[in-house]
């Protein structure tokens, strides 16, 4: 049982004076530019960089023929396949292809650096950082495209697998559906189970295993073209548009709603900028992916209007010579297990920039190469996509049925990018308005039609992206409330200035003899700031205080890395004598990890504030909030803060994610905050 420790008399404050060795007013310095920092850029040479953007970018949209064109002649779309009607679902195809990949993301999206960074949190900097106009609402909508990518995520492997294995019904049609399944499964487990040992090093041979692929796909494309040179008509934009016009409106929201499936995976192209940069990516794009994605896609047309059979509706595996069935499927499922591990490393990415940009709880990263940062593993997020892979297998069974679970998240994220481009083209970019209005008024208008065409399909496995989508999207609007309402209700506190902290400190006769760190939710550099309440606390409990005492602010800014000042000391008291009072603020960007242990060494090495170097003799003291409701919180509120309380749960303790309390004394006191 715990008691309240007696409240201990304190010694009158004054004000600050004139002292031996002490500064009239705290004094600042600030650290030198991050050496770090400027390290960020891709690392390699142009061709290295090239092929491993095909193994790692275009995964996704690089497989996607196994299946595209299936849901087009062979799905629920079922477009009559008449020569005409070929003609136009191709031209469709490409076109869908050239405006949304090629010219949106591939010359367009990739000139919205945040530093060299891409992707949706990028994006959220950049419009926060950098724009005026970025109005609350949009960055919502960005962190619920977040969330529909964390649905792709779970999507993706298992359909992109999935396809590949099915080519086993084609070389085998005796075994049926029997194997698919478990194969699928068994390939899906032993991908999640190796994601702990990262995947350094993979990166250039997982590009070689593509530029095979792509090659092969332009290969048997070519081979159906030379029979069938009719198909290239399909170039003509007016028989996809005639197409669309003669097939009424509900029928031509199914064939767009089939078409989204030729563009899924066109995100990584942004999303994994700062890995390679913009020239390699448009580089692979155009000469490579692009490419052998239209002779393929040509191909699989021309072998529809010669009118040979399709077996079992994979027009896909139907170009494969039946000698060369076999090795290919071992090739697509290796293409698709690329792709896969692909989508897994990004979401990890994409939950460490989450959690240090304050939008996810503090779930354990661990990282899985000595000397690069951006190699990480996180157990949570890994077993949850795995979980909801094999639940999407065994619940959909084929990946014709879980393709309409697909478009619904890549035509909602492309919505969402296509919205947040308006202000970065007007902002930052200095378009006019007509300028703006035409490009992203009309990719919008796109993007938005395929948006309502995948709606169709809501109840088909639509729901499923959406509802994780929506769910993720709780989840950091939760804890975003959840931090600032913890940190207003600090702020609202009275607790002693620093000048009455330093008064105490000069006034004591008996200090603890250690080298103290406190935990401070707020920068702190003038007398008149508030103190952290923790010191209040210790001071009434012990009546003394630390002899050496380093209060630590940790600062994490909308930007990928910090590039000026890393760190910023504040010296509150110094005496030879007493002993210091010093502030510290440490920043970093939310593509950094934040070691915070190793950088106050590197403080003290430098003499920069007053602790030893062996971190042994450091001691930590933090607090954890007790958090309670307020007296008048409403029935949304409670139930607002008791998911939050729950997130805290599976939450890393902000000192335990900063290093702290690893090599060196830990205290932490429990601190009752009420929230509003």
Known sequence: MMHE????????????????????????????PAAAAAGHAPRGSFAAMSVGALGIVFGAIGTSPLYALDQLFFGRAEAARAPADVLGGVSLVIWAITVIVAVKYAVLVLRAQNDGEGGVFALYGLLAERTRRAPTFLLWLLMLGAGLLFGDGIITPAISVLSAVEGLQVAAPQLGHAVVVPITIVLLTGLFAIQSRGTSGIGFACGLILTVWFVTIAVLGAAQIAQHPEILAAFNPLLGLSYLQQSGWFDALLILSALVLVVTGAEAMYADLGHFGARPIRASWFTVVFPALLFNYLGQGAYVLSGAPVVGGKLFYSLVPQALLLPMIVLATAATVVASQALISGAFSLVSQAIRLGLFPRLVLRHTHEHHAGQIYVPFMNWALFTGSIVLVLTFGTSAALAAAYGLAVSGVMVIISFAMIPVARDIWKWNTLQTGLVWGLLLAVNGAFLTASSLKFAEGGYVPLSIGVAVFVVMTTWRWGRKATFAAYAAKETMTMAELVDLHRACKIFMERNALVMSPKPLRQPSDRAPELMQMLWERHGILPRNLILVEVTHHKTPYIHGSRYRVTVFDRDRALGSIIGVELSFGFMEEPNVERLLEEMARHHEIDLPT????WIVHA????????????????LRLRLFLFLRLVSQPAYYYYGLGDEMQLAVEIIPVRVR
Do not use: F, Y
Not at 22 to 28: G, Q
Not at 614 to 617: E, F, I, W
């Open 5 to 32: 420790a007696p409240k201990l008399k304190r010694p009158s404050l004054k004000p600050i004076g004139r002292h031996r060795d002490a500064p009239v007013a705290p004094t600042e310095r600030h650290s030198a």
């Open 614 to 617: 062996d971190r042994r003799q």
């Open 623 to 638: 607090s954890h909030e007790n958090l309670l409701p307020a007296r008048h919180m409403t029935l949304l509120g409670r």
